[in-house]
């Protein structure tokens, strides 16, 4: 079994030309997410892209997936409430982290000054 979260969708999806091919109704999102990785301040715009992806696939779609890869696929859908972002000065970013128990994921983004952390708490399931 394959399972597909956040972690992996953009590898195994949307870089992945059969899968664009068969799913024309998420061409908005797999184009999207591909001026992400041209245009690095997109960046947002290609991981809102790769959620609205895995929040809207149907179970005919994960069947469809799941024929393509032939072996079963799981989707995990992202719920968006599990994620916080704080954004703070690079110099004094750590009294604005605030202190977070179960930290599953996180992701540093920084530009010039300001840095941003985008922190997922754990309470993603499928």
Same mark, same amino acid.
């Given at each position: 079994?394959?399972?597909?979260?956040f972690h992996n969708a953009a590898e195994l999806l949307?870089?992945?030309?059969?899968? %664009?091919?068969?799913?024309?109704?998420? %061409?908005?999102?797999?184009?999207?997410?591909?001026?992400?990785?041209?245009? #690095?301040?997109?960046?947002? =715009?290609?991981?809102?892209?790769?959620?609205?992806? =895995?929040?809207?696939?149907? %179970?005919?779609?994960?069947?469809?997936?799941? #024929?393509?890869? %032939?072996?079963?696929?799981?989707?995990?859908?992202?719920?968006?409430?599990?994620?916080?972002?704080?954004?703070?000065?690079?110099?004094?970013?750590?009294?604005?982290?605030? =202190?977070?128990?179960?930290?599953?994921?996180?992701?540093?983004?920084?530009?010039?000054?300001?840095? #941003?952390?985008?922190?997922?708490?754990?309470?993603?399931?499928?």
């Amino acid at each position: 079994m394959i399972q597909i979260g956040f972690h992996n969708a953009a590898e195994l999806l949307f870089q992945n030309q059969l899968i %664009k091919n068969e799913f024309p109704k998420f %061409k908005h999102l797999f184009d999207s997410w591909a001026m992400a990785q041209k245009v #690095s301040h997109l960046k947002s =715009l290609g991981i809102r892209s790769v959620v609205d992806f =895995l929040n809207s696939v149907t %179970k005919e779609d994960v069947e469809k997936i799941s #024929s393509i890869f %032939k072996m079963e696929v799981n989707i995990m859908k992202t719920d968006l409430s599990a994620y916080r972002n704080i954004k703070g000065n690079i110099e004094n970013f750590e009294f604005q982290l605030p =202190l977070f128990n179960n930290v599953m994921d996180f992701h540093v983004y920084r530009k010039g000054e300001e840095v #941003s952390v985008l922190i997922n708490t754990g309470n993603q399931n499928a």
